[in-house]
């Protein structure tokens, strides 16, 4: 079970920190990434880290301004949101890949677990 808290409301330029816990003592095994879905629109992957934190991947949208984090004493995996914009606002999941070991560029098709999600507003 993964568990997303941090979403909100935020003017255009600041900044969220979303949070993830998760359940299972096997979350060092997996890659953990962040997806969001704007209404009307597919879910998209957004940033990726490896298992052990040695990869991080981010969509073209974001590079610069978000960063992914985790610490796998703690089950948590972060993502740091700055120069927040409205094309921004979302819902943003969490999520695990569903095989250990793999990289941090994540599909959709990857997941084996979900968060269930956590809303971020940008007001312009």
Known sequence: QLVETGGGVVQTGGSLRLSCLASESSFSRYAMGWFRQAPGKEREFVAGISYR???????????????????????????????????????????????????????????????????????S
């Open 53 to 123: 934190s040695a990869s991080t991947y981010y969509v073209d949208s974001v590079k610069g301004r978000f960063t992914i984090s985790r610490d796998n004493y703690k089950r948590t995996v972060w993502l740091q949101m700055n120069s927040l914009k409205p094309e921004d606002t979302a819902v943003y999941y969490c999520a695990s890949d569903s095989e250990p070991f793999r990289s941090p560029v994540l599909s959709t098709a990857h997941i084996g677990t979900w968060g269930q999600g956590t809303q971020v507003t940008v007001s």
